[in-house]
């Protein structure tokens, strides 16, 4: 069973950063494609940042040029770097991993809580 562990969330006023991190227990050069996703009341999960095993990367509109998605093969961990954020960016952020290039998310973490001030 593969585990994926999210930290890093919290309360942050607007303008301000949050760097969350994700440590799977398999090595994550298993995987094709790692990614963050988040979820706000009343709305759908939507996909924010995503990096394939080549480092290809790929960004929703509302958040290229704040949020950077990194991974450190050697801890097996994926980092999504959050600047200046918006109150809009209050969601529960999950990571996720799936084993191919098509086909959805094979496994998901539990979710962290990132609240925006305005």
């Known amino acids: 069973q593969v585990q994926l562990v999210e930290s890093g969330g919290g309360f942050v006023q607007a303008g301000g950063a949050l760097r969350l991190s994700c440590v799977v227990s398999r090595n994550i050069d298993n995987f094709h494609t790692m990614a963050w996703y988040r979820q706000a009341p009343g709305n759908q999960r939507e996909q924010v940042a995503a990096?394939?095993?080549?480092?290809?990367?790929d960004y929703a509109d509302s958040v290229k040029g704040r949020f950077t998605i990194s991974r450190d093969s050697a801890k097996n961990t994926v980092n999504l770097q959050m600047n200046s954020l918006k109150s809009e960016d209050t969601a529960v952020y999950y990571c996720?991993?799936?084993?191919?290039?098509?086909?959805?998310?094979?496994?998901w973490g539990q979710g962290t809580q990132v609240t925006v001030s305005s």
């Open positions: 996720a991993a799936k084993l191919s290039r098509l086909g959805s998310f094979d496994y």
């Open positions: 990096m394939t095993i080549i480092g290809l990367t």
